[in-house]
């Protein structure tokens, strides 16, 4: 007698679990930041046949299969194998990273990812940026469609790299065929996360240019990795924005975080900002500040329609934020040590600023004495 056919035993015997037909996903990054959160759901998710996580150490996800190898090694190609899906998030945006070393990791790294995953017979790449690849323009439309031209410029930071991935993404399917490219641009991002925009939150007054037109909008991690999950799943694809619902003023996120505005002129805010970070005192360049100048809110229509919601709002995500930088002070972008802080604080982040000008007359003195 012939044994019954295998879905015929599983329907006798409802205690065999179903074999999970989702795809295979290698996740770069996978050992921290955005990168951890995401392989931990897609291990947990019954979507998900199995997830290969790679990066230069080892995780906590148990459940992953973990390769151990910088990104831009080619050996990367053969890591791949079997997987159907790559969400490559082994990018280096710190503020403290040397700003050529960066841009060699990320650039490289992802032109290796997008090459190894076309060997290995992988369908589709998944790519974060963010929404600042738009641009922060004072005529920017509240919110800007996915499809508005990407204006940038290299000014800030990271935003040099990430106009260049996204070229790398465009051009992939046309280099390899069969390749599809999905790339997910997140806005101002919370939650375990240290940007410009973040420590914009530590000064001890928001700084607000004189006839600037500022509108914040923020996206959690834990949304970003739902709307990467939609990604791998193949709900929805080209290129998507993600964040919360709507935007808030300046003067709700100054009435909501309780902190008060220092307005300047924009000659003496952007004019600070350079000279600081041409001596090297602060890490952000001028061209971050635009982000907190003019507005770069972005749609969400192409999640919308495939049936994704964010599960965080404006509010919530700027509570959380100002929660995880309690304690801290920065000012112009540089993160002060307690001792500093204090002084900052008795002084107020106005001095701070104004005297930008004697710090950089101190420093040069200091130069010419060595």
Request: hydrophobic share 45%; net charge negative.
């Amino acid at each position: 007698m012939s044994s019954p056919d295998p879905q015929v035993r599983a329907a006798r015997n409802p205690s065999t679990p179903a074999p999970v037909r989702g795809p295979v996903v290698a996740v770069t990054g996978a050992a921290s930041g955005v990168g951890a959160l995401l392989t931990e759901r897609l291990a947990t998710s019954e979507a998900i046949k199995q997830v290969i996580a790679i990066d230069e150490r080892r995780g906590d996800c148990t459940q992953a299969q973990w390769h151990i190898l910088d990104v831009r090694d080619p050996a990367i190609a053969e890591k791949l194998r079997g997987a159907d899906v790559v969400v490559h998030l082994a990018l280096d945006l710190d503020l403290e990273t040397d700003a050529a070393a960066r841009t060699a990791y990320n650039v490289r790294g992802t032109q290796t990812v997008l090459t190894a995953a076309a060997a290995a017979g992988v369908h589709r790449v998944v790519l974060c940026t963010s929404a600042m690849v738009y641009g922060a323009l004072p005529d920017n439309e509240l919110p800007l469609s996915e499809d508005a031209e990407l204006r940038a410029t290299a000014e800030a930071t990271g935003v040099g790299d990430l106009l260049e991935v996204e070229r790398l993404a465009r051009r992939a399917p046309r280099a390899h065929p069969g390749l599809n490219v999905t790339v997910v641009r997140p806005a101002t991002l919370v939650g375990g996360t240290d940007t410009a925009l973040t420590r914009y939150f530590e000064s001890p007054r928001l700084l607000v240019v004189a006839g600037s037109r500022p509108a914040w909008q923020f996206c959690h991690v834990e949304d970003l990795c739902s709307a990467l999950e939609y990604a791998v799943l193949e709900k929805v694809d080209g290129e998507l924005a993600v964040g919360c619902e709507g935007w808030l003023e300046q003067e709700e996120v100054e009435e909501l975080s309780g902190i008060r505005r220092m307005e300047l002129p924009s000659t003496v805010a952007l004019g600070a900002a350079a000279r600081l970070h041409r001596i090297g005192l602060t890490p952000s360049p001028a061209g971050d500040l635009a982000y907190t100048m003019y507005p770069w809110v972005v749609s969400v229509s192409r999640l919308h329609d495939a049936g994704w919601r964010p599960q965080w709002t404006n509010e919530e995500v700027l509570t959380e934020l100002l929660d995880e930088v309690s304690g801290r002070r920065t000012v112009a972008g540089r993160r002060l040590g307690r001792k500093d802080a204090t002084a900052a604080g008795a002084a107020g982040a106005t001095v701070a600023l104004l005297g930008a000008a004697a710090v950089v007359r101190r420093a040069r003195k200091a130069r010419r004495r060595i």
